[in-house]
């Protein structure tokens, strides 16, 4: 059962470019979550998603950033217009039910962006 | 603020050793948790502790819950090498969301 998939694990974009990060949960896991790790920082919430809903975005940069779930594929990150303070790795988890519920998250290893 | 925050950001210590982390928090909990990031790596799940637990063991890690306090603090047994990591307290309030604190680099000197 595979794991937490992120991709690009890498990515460097210049400024004003757009930068899409994926994340595919793991098998029958349909809670997502999105959250951003800056140098020696700890992991700030961004957004949770359930199969084609945004349930909480209070984490979301008003502008520029946007994340969805679709029925089918992975769930996307869009980063538009890039800046430098965009620069961080971004972290996906998965948890078949609510942290409500079942608490435990499971993380994938990462998209780590770098604007030039 | 719901963050939880870890108490010493930082611990240096020798194999063998005990390590306790400490995490306090400000808000109400439904539960709390721990995860441990080695460098460069994504975080994994150690152990979960809900608000009506005080304490909870899983191997060589000791979990107790003070919701009195607000705290809670986390006992590595007999450290290894291969626990260097940094830990994160994350915590579970009204909202679904998990809220992570800033961490806590642990080095264990072989």
């Known amino acids: 059962n595979a794991g937490v998939m992120q991709n690009p694990r890498h990515l460097v974009r210049r400024r004003g470019q757009e930068a899409r990060l994926r994340c595919s949960p793991m098998?029958?896991?349909?809670?997502v979550y999105w959250y951003r790790q800056l140098p020696e920082e700890g992991l700030k919430f961004m957004v949770y998603?359930?199969?084609?809903?945004?349930?909480?975005e209070s984490g979301m940069p008003k502008e520029r950033f946007s994340a969805e779930f679709p029925k089918e594929g992975p769930s996307i990150l869009r980063i538009q217009q890039v800046v430098r303070g965009d620069s961080a790795a971004y972290f996906c988890?998965?948890?078949?039910?609510?942290?409500?519920?079942?608490?435990?998250?499971?993380f994938g290893e990462g998209s780590r962006l770098t604007v030039l | 603020s719901q963050q939880g925050e870890e108490d010493p950001q930082a611990l240096s210590i020798q194999e063998g050793e005990n390590a306790t982390m400490n995490c306090s928090y400000k808000t109400s909990i439904n539960n709390l948790q721990w995860y441990r990031q080695n460098s460069g790596r994504g975080l994994v799940h150690l152990i979960l502790i809900r608000s009506n637990e005080r304490e909870k063991h899983s191997g060589r890690l000791r979990v107790t819950l003070d919701t009195s306090k607000k705290s809670s603090s986390l006992l590595i047994t007999a450290s290894r090498a291969a626990d260097t990591a940094s830990y994160f307290c994350?915590?579970?309030?009204?909202?679904?969301?998990?809220?992570f604190g800033k961490g806590m680099k642990l080095t264990v000197n072989p």
């Open positions: 988890a998965s948890s078949a039910q609510g942290t409500a519920n079942t608490g435990e998250l499971f």
């Open positions: 098998k029958g896991h349909s809670h």
């Open positions: 994350a915590i579970q309030g009204g909202s679904e969301k998990l809220v």
């Open positions: 998603l359930q199969k084609e809903n945004i349930i909480d």
